[in-house]
C-alpha cells in the first residue's frame, strides 16, 4: 500500500463543533473528522482519509496532483 504524508489542520472544540475537536486534510475538499481529543480526531482523521483515497482509486479517479507528490 502507498503512504502520504499529508498536511492535517487541527482545529480546537469551539460551539460550532460542538465542543469537539476537528481535523482535516486540505488537499481533500470534505475530508474531516471529530473527536473528544486532538487525538481522537487524528485517528479518526485516518480511517476518513484512508477510506477517501480508496474511493478515488476504486472509481478510477486521479487523486489531486498534490497528494501524489507526497507518496512514499
Not at 6 to 34: D, F, N, S
Not at 40 to 63: C, H, M, W
Request: hydrophobic share 35%; with cysteine.
Amino acid at each position: 500500500m502507498k503512504l502520504y504524508r499529508l498536511r492535517i489542520i487541527m482545529h480546537k472544540p469551539t460551539k460550532k463543533t460542538e465542543g469537539k475537536y476537528l481535523a482535516e486534510v486540505p488537499m481533500l475538499p470534505g475530508c474531516r473528522a471529530w473527536g473528544d481529543t486532538a487525538a481522537d480526531a487524528l485517528g479518526n482523521l485516518q480511517g476518513v482519509a484512508t477510506a477517501f483515497i480508496e474511493s478515488y482509486k476504486s472509481r478510477g479517479d486521479p487523486l489531486p496532483k498534490e497528494i501524489e507528490k507526497t507518496s512514499m
